[in-house]
């Protein structure tokens, strides 16, 4: 399953390799309208000739297609000229098979350009055995793939011989058999059955993928849209390095005020339900074409960090302008703003909601005010930015609400302009996904109600 675009590496060790090419078949790995390539060489010179071969085979198959897809397209001159002047046209389907046994592997293996020749025709198959290989020849193949392609690898194995194997790869996976919990030990992940693997990768991955993601681009942001907040405050200061927040609420801001939140989201968070990831094997392809952390989604929510720290602040200065507030007040009232700021700004950005999300992102938001007012409540003594009672004095001000009110609105409303528009003309596949899913709850939800409803209506006959 989930075998589209992906070229899959199977180590078998059995004594013959008509063993492992029955197995192949017996795993889907190979099925019968396949091409499938059988190298054995029992000399480098073999090797390379057979090699190269296979691989001005494939040139041709590539080159036929190609000749093909130019002539039956004959109402698109701008595509013949593409294809004459070099342009790349779409490859034909993978349907080949290369196996490979341990002598020939190792012939390869010490031979940079072999190395190379191997992997361009591994690219062009759907799938790759390699069978009586050692687990050293398992690693060093792994690391071909991984370093040479420059990829992501995925091992799985079930017993000690595949340790090396999973060590190598960048994600190893171990299976919990008879062979022992040698591969489980030094795996990334493990799991009892095999055919677990394919809901580890197909939900597991993209969920954990989406939640880094999305992690990472708030982490950024919200460090980026505090300092900046005090960095507008140096304008006006004469860069004296003095902030008009407290020591303490510099520090428990990333501490306590938002560090939960995220972390949340971070660990409970889904786009789209399990049954969908698996039902269409296309959504892990946002994964693995890394389009949810891309560098101008990057670089666009740093400029959103800009543009919002710098409402937080004008938004205040504009307010308190010529007026008699202190910089201990004037530090208040932007530290709330940016707390909910960043707080609504997640509230956006989380795909799936629970009573924890709701429990801890609103909680942190109500944890800022009753801790400041504990806080502000104590005679501190300090010698730079005296809290005492600063909270209270600022509250009796109706300026004080009317910024903590209209502030968040301000800086939140361009982004949520801006995924209203997305999700309405520009939608992606998951976006798509996630409105039909919606829709079907809706539609259950409506069912279920109606049926409650009629049998609540409906009363028994009686005799």
Request: net charge positive.
């Amino acid at each position: 399953k989930g075998r589209r675009n992906v070229t899959f590496l199977y180590c078998i060790i059995l004594p013959r390799q008509e063993t492992a090419i029955s197995v192949g078949h017996s795993s889907k790995l190979l099925s019968v309208d396949m091409d499938i390539m059988v190298l054995n060489a029992t000399s480098q010179e073999s090797c390379m000739e057979m090699l190269m071969s296979r691989r001005e085979e494939i040139n041709q198959q590539l080159a036929s297609h190609s000749r093909s897809s130019v002539q039956s397209s004959p109402r698109h001159p701008l595509l013949s000229l593409h294809s004459v002047l070099g342009g790349s046209v779409s490859a034909p389907p993978l349907n080949r098979a290369l196996v490979l046994d341990g002598l020939t592997i190792e012939h390869i293996l010490s031979h940079k350009a072999m190395r190379a020749t191997l992997l361009e025709i591994a690219k062009h198959c759907r799938s790759v055995l390699c069978c009586r290989v050692t687990p050293l020849q398992k690693a060093e193949v792994v690391r071909l793939v991984k370093e040479d392609l420059g990829v992501m690898t995925l091992a799985v194995g079930d017993g000690a011989n595949d340790v090396s194997m999973i060590q190598t790869a960048n994600v190893g996976v171990g299976v919990a058999g008879r062979e022992g919990n040698q591969a489980v030990i030094a795996s990334d992940f493990s799991m009892a059955r095999f055919r677990f693997l394919e809901r580890l990768l197909l939900v597991h991955g993209h969920w954990c993928y989406s939640r880094l993601a999305n992690m990472m681009l708030y982490i950024f942001y919200k460090n980026v849209a505090f300092a900046a907040v005090l960095f507008w405050y140096q304008l006006f200061n004469g860069f004296s390095a003095s902030t008009p927040i407290d020591g303490v609420n510099l520090i428990i801001f990333n501490l306590i005020y938002t560090s939960l939140p995220i972390l949340v989201v971070a660990i409970a968070d889904q786009d789209l339900h399990a049954e969908t990831l698996l039902r269409d094997k296309c959504y892990y392809r946002q994964g693995q074409q890394s389009r949810v952390y891309t560098r101008w989604r990057f670089w666009l929510t740093m400029l959103d960090a800009l543009y919002e720290s710098a409402v937080v602040f004008f938004i205040a200065y504009g307010v308190y302008f010529n007026t008699d507030v202190g910089v201990a007040e004037f530090g208040v009232v932007i530290n709330f703003s940016i707390v909910i700021t960043t707080s609504l700004h997640l509230a956006l950005e989380t795909l799936h909601w629970t009573w924890v999300h709701h429990l801890i992102l609103w909680g942190s938001i109500v944890l800022t005010f009753t801790f400041n007012m504990i806080y502000m409540a104590i005679d501190t003594k300090q010698s730079i930015i005296d809290t005492y009672w600063v909270l209270y004095m600022a509250a009796t001000n109706t300026a004080y609400w009317f910024v903590l009110l209209i502030t968040p609105i301000i800086a939140l409303l361009p982004r949520l302009v801006a995924k209203v528009i997305e999700q309405e003309w520009f939608p992606s596949c998951v976006q798509q996904a996630r409105a039909l899913e919606g829709r079907s709850s809706r539609y259950q939800g409506r069912l279920l109600g109606r049926a409650f409803s009629q049998g609540l209506c409906a009363q028994p006959h009686t005799a």
